[in-house]
Every structure is written in C-alpha cells, then in structure tokens.
C-alpha cells in the first residue's frame, strides 16, 4: 500500500488540506507523460457511452478531448490514476481548478472541431454549460472520468479505482460528485454510495445526464467509529456560504445528525 501525498496548490483557490490517497499495489497515480494514454483508455471505455456518442460521435474526438484535459488540467491540478492499460480515472480534489488553460484551447477545439461528428461544437457548449449549473459550490472531490477498457470488465477494476479517493474523502469529511454519463452504471455508483441529485438538462434530444454526489461516511454521535448513510437516505447537503455547507443526515436513532463542512 503506498501513501500518495497531494498537493492541492492552484492559481485561483486557497490550498485545502486533504489526505493522502492510499493506492493498492496494482495502482499508480498518473504523471505528465500519462496523458494520451489517459485519454485513449478513456475514450475506449465510453465508445458506447450514450451520452458521449451523442456528445462527439466519433472515437478522434473523444480521445482528443479526454487526453487534452488530461494534459492540462487533471495531470497537473487534480489526481489521475492507471491500472496499467485497463484503466484509469482523473479526479479533481476539493481547491482544484476545473478550467482549462489558454494554452490547452487549441488541442480541445481540434478535437471537437476536427475530430467530431458536425454540431459538436454546439453540444458540448451546451454540456459545459448545464453541468457548471449543477456543479456542488461546497468542497467536494470531483470524478470527471473513470474508465476500464471492455477487455477488463468484469475483474472489479472499477471499484478499485474509485475507492482510493473515496476512501481519502471519508477521512476529510468531504463529499464526491460526478456526472453519470450512462443510466447502466447507475447501479455501480449507488453501490459506491453515490444518490441521484437532479437531472442535467443539456439540450433538447440529449441522452440522460444525472448529478450524483456521495455524502462521506460519518462518525456515530455514540463514537463507535464511522458509520455510512443508509441506502436511499444520503443525507443533505445545505451551502451557506462559497464553500461551506451543513450536511443533515438522518440518525439511525431518529436524533439526527449535523455536521459541518468547511
């Protein structure tokens, strides 16, 4: 088990302390050179995604896209991991910066321009745009991506991937967010802890885009360790301020629980 420190230093947010990511042995977090692999796992493993079918339409864009932003911002201000060529995951943690640099423009317009079906362009603005209104103000951790290839499903190489980070959230207290792209994983999120919070209108004809955000597991008013929120019960989370919010959870002793997160 390796210990993976995190440095949350970004141009446009505070730092923000958040644990070390413990990463399992068949794991590595993602470096600079890693960028293109990223991406074309990526886009190998939602070639049948209805919603980035819809979004790109062909293969070029997707991977051009994915391994962009890859490139230029999950690399550098966020955490990517690989399990070899099979899979992989880009995560933006709470403090992060989700926008893409001037100089990452060109290779994202190539792709969507160059790489994609006709009206592209036009989709993924109005993507870009419906998932800002949706996204969490409070800090949370973000899963832009995760991916195993169709020739390493059904290993559990998902889970594996996804519980690092997860597990790193619970310690912080903090919340993880994502957008499904496909109604078929649905069951794999929700097993994972994640509950649907709205549904993301992009644009007439789009396939389903769903918010889901996954409460951290709690300490027991009782202090007999952590605790995570029944099925069908993740809590609320209420923003009261840029980046703060009160998370209510329902207490198995009906007493209910408040927590803090800032």
Known sequence: MR?????????????VDFPAIELGRDLERGGSSDARAIGDITADAFRDDPFNRWLFGRFAGMAGVFGALARHVYL???YCIRMGDEGAAMWMLPGGDLEPPLRALPALYGAVLFGSTWGAKRRTDAAVAAMARHHPAFPHAYLFTIGVRPSARGKGLGRSLIQPVLDACDRAGVPAYLENSNPA???FYRSCGFERQAMIDVMPGAPPLEA???????????GRGWRSAPAGQAGVLVPTAPWQCLYLLPDPQGHGALRLIS
């Not at 210990?3 to 730092?15: C, G, I, P, W, Y």
Request: charged fraction near 35%; proline fraction near 13%; hydrophobic fraction near 25%.
């Open 185 to 187: 994983n649905r069951g």
């Open 76 to 78: 550098p201000r966020g």
């Open 3 to 15: 210990h993976d420190s995190v440095d949350l230093a970004t141009s446009r947010r505070e730092r």
């Open 212 to 222: 889901m955000l996954r409460p951290p597991r709690w300490v027991s008013p009782s």
